[in-house]
């Protein structure tokens, strides 16, 4: 493995982790995870068994991926933001087998001390606000702020606000590249390639 782990960080036998991935300070990452190349984990970060995680996958300091979590290829998680696994927990009650899975598309940003609760799937180059609680599916490219998290606007994949409305129709043009996309009630589909 060609990868560089910090030598306060624990890797146990059996993890793989992708050429250039770079595990920090005080990080462990359990012997059933699968991490792709290119990734960073942060200081405190850790990694469960039944964890599959793409390339380019950067996540920040004091952040947890819990069993039954996928994250895509480009996916970003913001400092101190949350997983979880099991819907009801409670210390006295053994639910393992109760654990509901949670995908994270790829190319979206999970802001800083957000909370996803188990059992959503976050949609391809969505961003969710820093803060926010999400307790139910984000759509692709969707911008969700607050608690619960709801949505207020629409992302490009270069991470620019786009001057369309929640939800309607109407097109736009990303700030920063160029790329159009289209809105169709409450679906934003790109539309044109940067020029």
């Known amino acids: 493995m060609n990868a560089a782990v910090h030598p306060s960080a624990i890797v146990d036998d059996g993890a793989t982790l992708g050429e250039g991935t770079r595990v920090w300070h005080f990080a462990h990452v359990c012997g059933g995870a699968t991490i792709g190349a290119g990734c960073s984990l942060g200081q405190g970060v850790y990694v469960g068994n039944d964890v599959v995680i793409g390339d380019n996958v ?3 300091n004091n952040v ?7 994250l ?3 996916v970003f998680c913001g400092p101190s933001m949350v997983f979880t696994n099991v819907f009801n927990p409670r ?3 053994p639910r393992k087998h109760e654990y509901r899975r949670t995908l994270v598309r790829r190319g979206a940003t999970l802001g800083a001390n957000c909370t996803i609760v188990c059992g959503t799937t976050i949609g391809e180059y969505a961003f969710v606000g820093a803060g926010a609680v999400v ?3 984000v759509p692709a490219y969707a911008l969700v702020v ?4 709801r949505r207020i606007g629409w992302m490009s994949r270069h991470g620019e606000r786009l001057a369309l409305p929640p939800s309607g129709h109407g097109e736009a043009e990303c700030p920063a590249t160029g790329e159009r996309y289209r809105l169709d009630g409450d679906t934003l589909i790109p539309c044109s390639s940067p020029t």
């Open 72 to 74: 895509e290829d480009d």
């Open 58 to 60: 950067k996540i920040q």
């Open 146 to 149: 607050g608690v619960p998290a």
């Open 91 to 93: 210390s006295a009650v």
């Open 135 to 137: 307790s139910r599916d």
């Open 64 to 70: 947890s991926v819990y069993d039954a979590v996928t």
